[in-house]
């Protein structure tokens, strides 16, 4: 009996002291979670960038009629980029060379003096482009006052310029596209002195259009590849990561390039240029990938990428080539954290200018020389897919098939 009273005493003061003890002594203990793992850094990934590059934006004569609506009494260039417009979207960057100038004044003109409707401009920005080089031999078409009048209306469309400038502008520029700021610097050739004065096109330059222009001579070529090396290092200093470099230079209608020309290209890319475009031979030139000596770099070249449009063709000139071009394609990878392309590739995209009689006038069109080609509906209205095919063959042996982007 005694054994059940001392056990009966001992479950009671158990009981008393469960109750009496602070509260924190017979709590249960709250299970807590274990630590998350320490978080390990994602590797740095480089940034993807894509730059599209055409040539010679040309408007002769009979282009300005053929974009005339005679029942508003506006001009429209909008047609002739319809193909090759979702190209030129797809790229982060796109660049081509305005070869006329947005004079004015209600009178167009086509070769030898150019003067195009200032709704060329919108046509530009519409189908995708972001820069247009203003560094050529017809810039100054027009006088200072039409080149200055020029960058003022591709400007306002939206379109930056580079190659000529206004008064107190550097003579580059540097853009910030993707979060990389891109150089971009651009220089045309000058023709023999006239009297110890420069001259384009053999017409004198005007004392006070010579510092808004930038130029090079053959004949003082040293000095003025200097120019060129101040430039570059000039967009470097304002935070250029990558430097793109156009030049307006080579011999008319000849498929390949002269020594100056890659004499040249291989100073640029020593001096620090990334990618060097070029134009003004009117016919598409080769490209090549130069490795600059001591650092090993890969600096894409096109020599000429042709005329992107003009009136210049077979009919015109009994020269095929002129109505054949190419979209330079560079595609490369930046990495932010060391400054440095990690990888660039180069290829084209083979172009050719449609023209035919629609309604009474000529029409224009760029084609695109894609898996698209033989249904295009400016091709099956003209009839012209045998010169069209024409083209990407002549394109394809000039270049090399490894260089051709999209071709069938």
Known sequence: ????????????????????????????????????????????????????????????????????DSATGTYNFDNNFEYIKKYIEEADLALCNLETTFAGGGRYTGYPVFNTP????????????????????HIMDMGIDGMKRTLRVAREAGLATVGTHL???????????????????????????????????????????RPLLNTFNYSTLEEDLEKVRQSIEGARADGAEIVICYY?????????????????????????????????????????MLTVEGTGRKVPVFYSLGNLISNQR??????????????????????????????????????????YKKGGKYVYYIIPLDHTMRENPALLESGHLPRAEQALEDLTKLLGQEYIRNAE
């Not at 002594?25 to 599209?52: C, D, G, N, W």
């Not at 080579?250 to 002269?258: F, I």
């Not at 001096?271 to 490209?287: R, T, Y």
Request: charged share 25%.
């Open 314 to 355: 077979a009919e015109t000139l009994n020269n095929r080539y002129t109505e054949q071009e190419i979209l330079a394609d560079v595609r490369l990878e930046y990495m932010k954290s060391t400054k440095e392309i990690v990888s660039i590739e180069m290829s084209a995209i083979p172009l050719w200018v449609e023209r």
């Open 1 to 68: 009996m005694k054994k059940y009273f001392f056990i009966l005493a001992a479950l009671i003061i158990a009981v008393g002291l469960w109750i009496i003890l602070p509260p924190f002594l017979h709590e249960e203990k709250e299970e807590v979670a274990p630590p998350p793992p320490p978080t390990v850094a994602e590797p740095e990934k480089p940034v993807s960038f894509h730059i599209l590059a055409g040539g010679d934006v040309m408007v002769h004569k009979s282009q300005i009629n053929a974009q005339y």
């Open 248 to 288: 307006h230079w080579g011999e008319e209608y000849q498929r390949s390039p002269n020594e100056y020309q890659q004499r040249m290209a291989m100073d640029t890319a020593a001096f620090g240029a990334d990618i060097i475009f070029a134009s003004h031979p009117h016919v598409v030139q080769g490209v090549e």
């Open 118 to 137: 200032d709704s060329l401009a919108d046509a530009l920005k519409k189908a995708g482009f972001d820069v247009v080089f203003t560094a050529n031999n």
């Open 167 to 209: 008064e107190g502008e550097k003579n580059y520029i540097v853009l910030d596209v993707k979060g990389i700021k891109v150089g971009i610097v651009a220089y045309l050739y000058e023709t023999p002195e006239y009297e110890a004065i420069p001259t384009i096109n053999s017409v004198p330059i005007p004392e006070e259009a």
